[in-house]
C-alpha cells in the first residue's frame, strides 16, 4: 500500500487526494488530540460466556469536521482499524442483520454511544474501536479502543471489612460482585443474614457492580467467625447459573474474657507446705500478662506477675488474679488459701480410748445379742419337736413325777440280835409314785 500510494504522489498530486479521501478515514491518520473521534468509554472490560455485556459510552466530535446531528447518524463497531472498514466491522446500526448480536441502547443523536452485546462467546474477546459516519462526516475513535475480555467462569466475589477490627465497634461489611450485564445481575447470598438487599452502582472507570451490606457490631464472639459469600450469574438467557463463592475469616481484637484462678492442693493445707496458684485467660491478641494480688484490710497488695504463683503456706489467706492486653483487663474471683491447724495430743489420745471403749462396748452387745438369738432358736426348735410327738411329752412328764426314797433293811443275827453291824444292812432303792 504504501508502494501504491507514493508511486500516485509522483504521479499526480490529485490522484493522491482521491485516494486519501475513499481509502482512509479523515480521522485516521490526523493526531489524535485534535482531529479524531473521542469515545468515553471502558478502556477495558470483562464479560461472562453466556451472558450480556453492556458498554456505557459517550462519544464527541471536533466542532469543525461538520457533523451535523439533523443528518442520520449511525453507529459501528470495528474489532480492526485498517483502509478495509467494511471488513472488519463487526455491528452497524443501519443493517438489520449483524455478525454480532449487539444492539446500541444510546441515543447516538445526544452523542451516546452505550452498547448492548447479547449472548456473548469467548471469541469476542478483541480490542474494538467505535465508529461514527454522518452523511459525509465519518470518524473512528482509533485513540480509543476498548478491551473485551470474555471467560467461562464466574467471578468469585470480594468481601470488604476494615483490617483492624476490635470489640464493640461498629463496621459494614460489603460482599460485592463484577456486574458486566446490570440487565441481568447476580445473586449474592452470605451467612450473616437472609434479606440483605442487593444493590448495583456505576463505578469511576465505568463498569457496574452488585453488592450486599450488613453493619455489625463487633465482639468477641466474632473473633474466628468465617464470612461465607456466594455469587449466581445467570447465563443461557437464565437457564442455567454459574456460581462462586469467597469467605473471609474475621479477626476481632478484644479484652480477656473468662478469667478464672485455681489452687493446689485444695482444702486444708499444712503449714510450710508448697501452694500452687494458677490464673488462666483468653484474649485477642493472646499476649495477656497475669498480676497476683493479696487481699488484705489496707487493700489489694500485688505479690507476684505470671500464670503461676507458687510459694509456702503460712497464714490463712485471700488472692485474686488480673489478666490484661493492649485492649484492657479483667479481674478474677477471690480463692482462700486455708491453713490446717495441728491436732493436741492429750485429745488424740482421749479420741482414741474413746473410740477403744465405744468399741469394746459394740463387741460385748453384739456378742450378747447372738447368745440370745441362739437360746431363742434352741428353744423354739424344742417346742416344734415336742408338738410333733405326744408321747415324749408323756413319758417326760412322769419322768418329773417319780420321787427316789432310801429303804434300809437289817438282817437278823441270832446270836447278837442286839446289835445290827453296818455291813449286814443293805440298802434298797424303790420307785414310788406319789
Not at 49 to 70: A, H, K, M, Q, W
Not at 85 to 94: A, E, P, R
Not at 214 to 238: E, M, Q, R
Amino acid at each position: 500500500m504504501r508502494y501504491s500510494l507514493m508511486t500516485a504522489v509522483s504521479a499526480n498530486g490529485l490522484t493522491v487526494t482521491m485516494l486519501l479521501n475513499v481509502l482512509i478515514d479523515p480521522g485516521t491518520m490526523a493526531d489524535c488530540g485534535t482531529s479524531h473521534l473521542f469515545l468515553t468509554a471502558p478502556k477495558r472490560i470483562e464479560a461472562l460466556s453466556g451472558s450480556c455485556l453492556l458498554i456505557p459510552c459517550n462519544y464527541s466530535v471536533p466542532e469543525d469536521r461538520g457533523f451535523d446531528p439533523t443528518n442520520p447518524i449511525v453507529g459501528l463497531w470495528l474489532n480492526h482499524t485498517n483502509f478495509n472498514v467494511d471488513k472488519n466491522v463487526v455491528f452497524d446500526s443501519s443493517r438489520e442483520h449483524n455478525i454480532y448480536p449487539i444492539n446500541i441502547t444510546g441515543d447516538l443523536k445526544k452523542k451516546n454511544c452505550t452498547t448492548l452485546f447479547f449472548n456473548v462467546v469467548t471469541k469476542y474477546t478483541h480490542e474494538y474501536f467505535f465508529r461514527i459516519q454522518n452523511g459525509k462526516f465519518k470518524a473512528t475513535a482509533i485513540c480509543d479502543p476498548l478491551y473485551i475480555k470474555v471467560q467461562d467462569s464466574a467471578w468469585s466475589p470480594t468481601i470488604e471489612i476494615p483490617a483492624d477490627l476490635k470489640e464493640e465497634e461498629s463496621v459494614t461489611v460489603t460482599c460485592s460482585a463484577n456486574t458486566p450485564c446490570p440487565q441481568s445481575p447476580p445473586e449474592l447470598t452470605w451467612n450473616l443474614q437472609t434479606d440483605s438487599q442487593r444493590q448495583t452502582e456505576k463505578n469511576s472507570n465505568l463498569t457496574f457492580t452488585s453488592k450486599i451490606q450488613k453493619n455489625i457490631t463487633l465482639s468477641d464472639a466474632h473473633d474466628g467467625f468465617t464470612i461465607n459469600c456466594s455469587v449466581s450469574y445467570p447465563v443461557d438467557k437464565g437457564n442455567s447459573v454459574k456460581t462462586a463463592v469467597k469467605q473471609h475469616t474475621l479477626n476481632v481484637s478484644y479484652a480477656p474474657k473468662d478469667t478464672s484462678v485455681s489452687i493446689s492442693p485444695l482444702g486444708l493445707v499444712p503449714v510450710g507446705s508448697w501452694v500452687n496458684l494458677t490464673c488462666s485467660s483468653r484474649a485477642n491478641p493472646p499476649h495477656i500478662s497475669f498480676s497476683w494480688f493479696k487481699i488484705s484490710k489496707e487493700g489489694d497488695i500485688k505479690v507476684a506477675d505470671g500464670d503461676f504463683h507458687t510459694f509456702n503456706a503460712t497464714e490463712n489467706a485471700e488472692y485474686h488474679c488480673i489478666a490484661a492486653n493492649r485492649m484492657g483487663n479483667q479481674t478474677s474471683e477471690i480463692i482462700a488459701l486455708r491453713i490446717k491447724e495441728p491436732l493436741d495430743e492429750s485429745l488424740t489420745w482421749k479420741i482414741i480410748l474413746g473410740g477403744g471403749v465405744v468399741l469394746i462396748c459394740l463387741i460385748v452387745c453384739s456378742l450378747a445379742l447372738l447368745c440370745w438369738r441362739r437360746k431363742n432358736s434352741t428353744a423354739r426348735q424344742k417346742q416344734a419337736s415336742t408338738r410333733g410327738n405326744p408321747s415324749i411329752e408323756t413319758e417326760s412328764t412322769n419322768e418329773e413325777n417319780i420321787h427316789y426314797g432310801e429303804i434300809k433293811f437289817a438282817r437278823k443275827n441270832p446270836t447278837s440280835s442286839a446289835q445290827i453291824s453296818r455291813e449286814e444292812v443293805d440298802t434298797i432303792y424303790a420307785q414310788v409314785k406319789v
